[in-house]
């Protein structure tokens, strides 16, 4: 049985399909079979993220409609042989994606895949709606300001009372924070939200946090997760993301700006 | 489909603030509204409105229910019952599709039944005990923002109340956590009803009926458990320990 995993926020942009691709590479890197689904019908962005958007014969919506089957819309990753992508159409609508659609292709990939990973689109209609109902896990993606903060506890709220789990009784979905675009100087001077600030909002158990860094727009033209990036800081941090989702412990790193680095040093 | 699940009567209480009118001045109601309409706007926008207007009756001083409805609705209220009223105010909220009210809450009734039974010490006391005792409803979730309590009871909550939640209790409410959502207690009308938390950082207070906003807020210090509760139709709010 597979692990369903969902890449939410509520809020757009603020870096849920950089870290669907990151960590579905680092968990398929650890050797689990893995797949990562594109939820954001009519945008199709992680193919791009992916680097196989000139792969892309059949989508999601074609494996719903049955007019594919699921071997012939997963491509494999050119980087990773225990990586696949289900991509979204581009030509469709949001409403092209159903629940009964949806459970039944993560139904069937569960047969095959140790981990699945479902990058939701923004918002907290249909399409996110879908994206997290059948999931196990949830990776909450969250920026250190105010909007993505209330969306995010927004989106809790969801996950909570709106979830297959939750309308099953079972076991709630385990919620996890990872705290996104992070700039340890912007925070010092005030213009965002501490670490802190937020755990104390939203009280979730932290899995990580990804530092602002030049690294996912190099990762992303080129088209390779910048988890693969092992040099980078954004890099680094998504695989001890991942190290840590799968139980490792590390300590968080890419916290403390250039201030907090001296005083530390200085002990002032 | 089966016959049995096109619908279902439920019993259910449902909370609207009650509008007591002491001028019968349209012009001044309606900057009074449009003022308390501006300190809390998510709380009163399409909010159902119950009008009571005994105070007014009890004067002699007579108000034109057509045009206070309509006043009501243009400022996005929605009067779902009038209170108070004299026959012909009362047939013409009835013209407009509003229905009467007889201004005897749950609350109002038992009170009233207790006092005529006093002195004869009878079984109804039992029957108000047991009312009393219903048993609260507990929470160990957080309350996250876009969520929402009715508890036709106590609630307790064991976990945070998010900005953006809001939780309701026809009694008493508390919270065992930081509470920064909107709460209100005595939904009902039950002014004895109290308010606890561990943190107030609330958007909206209230009790029976009486609020507070954050705007109000301000001065209470952080991180300190307070109960809240009702004086002389003001809510106190005071440290607790
Ligand atoms: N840690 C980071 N540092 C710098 N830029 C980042 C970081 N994470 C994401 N970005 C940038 O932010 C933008 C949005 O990222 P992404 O597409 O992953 O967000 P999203 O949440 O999937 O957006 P949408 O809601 O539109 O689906 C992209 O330009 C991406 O390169
Ligand atoms: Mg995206």
New interface residues.
């Given amino acids: 049985m597979a692990r369903i995993v969902v890449v939410t926020s509520g809020k757009g942009g603020v870096g849920k399909t950089t870290t669907s691709a990151a960590i579905a590479m680092g968990l398929a890197k650890k050797g689990h079979k893995t797949a990562v689904i594109d939820f954001d019908v009519g945008l199709r962005n992680l193919d791009l993220i992916m680097g196989c958007e000139r792969r892309v014969v059949y989508d999601f919506v074609n494996v719903i409609n049955g007019e594919a089957n699921l071997n012939q819309a997963l491509i494999r990753d050119k980087n990773c042989n225990q990586l696949y992508i289900l991509p979204a159409s581009q030509t469709r609508d949001k409403d092209a994606l159903n629940l009964e659609g949806v459970g039944k292709v993560l139904e069937e990939l569960s047969k095959d895949f140790k981990y699945i990973v479902c990058d939701s689109p923004a918002g ?1 209609e249909k399409g996110a709606y879908l994206a997290m109902y059948y999931a196990d896990d949830a990776f909450v993606v969250t920026n250190p300001e105010v909007s993505s903060v ?1 969306d995010s ?2 989106m ?3 996950l ?2 709106k979830s297959r789990r939750a309308e099953l009784n079972m076991e ?1 979905i385990k919620e996890y924070l990872l705290l996104s675009r992070y700039d340890p100087e912007r925070v010092e001077s005030g213009e965002m939200l501490s670490l802190e600030d937020v755990q ?2 939203l ?1 979730l158990h932290l899995l990580g946090v990804i530092p602002e860094s030049k690294a996912v727009l190099n990762a992303s033209n080129a088209g390779i997760p910048v988890v693969l990036d092992e040099k980078s800081d954004a890099g680094q941090a998504y695989a001890d993301v991942v190290a840590r989702y799968l139980g490792e412990k590390r300590p968080l790193r890419f916290i403390d700006g250039k201030k907090g680095f001296f005083r530390k040093l200085f002990g002032g | 489909m089966n016959q049995s699940s096109i619908l279902d009567f439920r019993s259910g209480t449902f909370f609207a603030p009650v509008l007591v009118l002491y001028s019968n001045n349209m012009e001044m109601i309606s900057q009074r509204l449009q003022d308390k309409i501006a300190s809390a706007p998510g709380f009163f926008s399409n909010s159902p409105v119950l009008f009571d207007l005994s105070e007014l009756n009890k004067n002699d001083i007579k108000v034109d229910v057509e045009a206070l409805i309509s006043l009501l609705r243009k400022l996005s209220l929605f009067p779902v019952g009038i209170r108070g009223g004299d026959a012909s105010q009362e047939k013409r909220a009835l013209e407009l599709s509003v229905p009467l009210d007889s201004g005897r809450s749950r609350g109002d009734a038992i009170l009233l039944e207790i006092q005529k039974q006093d002195d004869t010490a009878s079984e109804f006391q039992t029957v108000v005990r047991e009312a009393v005792r219903t048993p609260a409803m507990m929470i160990t ?7 929402r309590v009715y508890a036709a009871s106590d609630l307790v909550i064991l ?2 109340v ?4 809001e939780i309701m209790a026809e009694g008493n409410i508390h919270v065992y956590n ?1 509470l ?1 959502g909107r709460a209100l207690a005595g939904v009902q009308g039950d002014i004895e009803a109290r308010l606890f938390c561990l943190d107030l950082q609330a958007e909206l207070i209230s009790i029976a009926g009486i609020y507070k906003t954050s705007e109000d807020l301000k001065e209470v210090s952080r991180k300190k458990p307070v109960q809240v509760y009702l004086r002389d139709q003001a809510l106190i709010i005071e440290e607790l320990g």
């Fill in positions: 907290i209330r506890d927004r809790l709220g969801i909570a009372s709630p104390e909002i009280s | 979730q957080p309350v996250r923002s876009g969520q976990a945070q998010s900005a953006g939640a930081t920064r």
